[in-house]
């Protein structure tokens, strides 16, 4: 009997255990629906958020197409050249004359640049003094040039009278002239005395620049 009664003082402290037990199995951690994702990860295969900017990929970067080189460029062979006066002669000790470039080609093209001008005793002949020095005055710009239409350089050279004995003048019968960025001369005829002493009395050149019947 004694036994009996100690058996049903314990059966209702069993059922209790028990309860607590399955209460605390795990149930309070899930999400309504199925089990809840870490805050910090995404769902595999979620789509990309709107607006996310692109990868370039292939893109070619700007002005990659007919922006470079030199196609376009008056090459020798293509331009006559002549010379002629320039407005108003001379001042101050000094003659100006007009290096003349036609377009002789088919094609527009274009110059940039100063020319390489020098005095020569002839067609193919020796040069004299040292190379006309650029007249950095005037900015070079770039001169588009249409078939059989001109541009110019002007040239300045000093009167031998400037220098004195120090200037050793000579007579020579032009100059010898390089397009900008070519290596290719031509004689342009254009007699004159000049200093033949190295750096004296030197000759200027300018840009090649529009006209004179552009």
């Known amino acids: 009997m004694t036994r009996t009664r100690a058996l049903l003082s ?8 028990g309860s607590a037990a399955g209460c605390g199995s795990g149930g309070g951690s899930a999400a309504p629906g199925g089990s809840a994702l870490p805050a910090s990860r995404e769902p595999t295969g979620a789509p990309p ?12 970067p700007t002005g990659g197409s007919g922006g470079g080189g030199d196609s376009g460029r008056c090459h020798h062979g293509e331009v006559r050249l002549a010379v ?8 101050a000790g000094s ?7 036609t377009n002789t080609s088919s094609r527009t093209c274009t110059f940039s640049g100063y020319p390489g001008v ?20 005037v900015s070079p710009q770039r001169v588009e040039l249409a078939p059989g239409k ?20 000579v007579q020579v019968r032009g100059y010898r002239v390089y397009l900008p960025d070519e290596t290719a001369a031509d004689f342009v005829p254009a007699p004159q005395t000049v200093c033949s002493a190295d750096g004296v009395g030197l000759a200027q050149v300018g840009p090649v620049v529009a006209g004179p019947s552009q």
């Open 10 to 17: 314990i059966a209702p402290l069993a059922l209790l255990l």
């Open 49 to 60: 958020v709107s607006g996310a900017p692109e990868p370039p990929g292939g893109a070619s």
């Open 84 to 91: 002629g006066e320039a407005p108003g002669g001379g001042a």
């Open 95 to 101: 003659q100006y004359t007009w290096i003349v470039l």
């Open 118 to 137: 020098s005095w020569v005793t002839g067609d193919s002949g020796q040069q004299v003094n040292e190379p006309a020095e650029r007249d950095t005055a």
């Open 150 to 169: 001109a541009a110019h350089a002007q040239v300045r050279s000093p009167q031998t009278g400037n220098f004195g004995d120090e200037c050793q003048p």
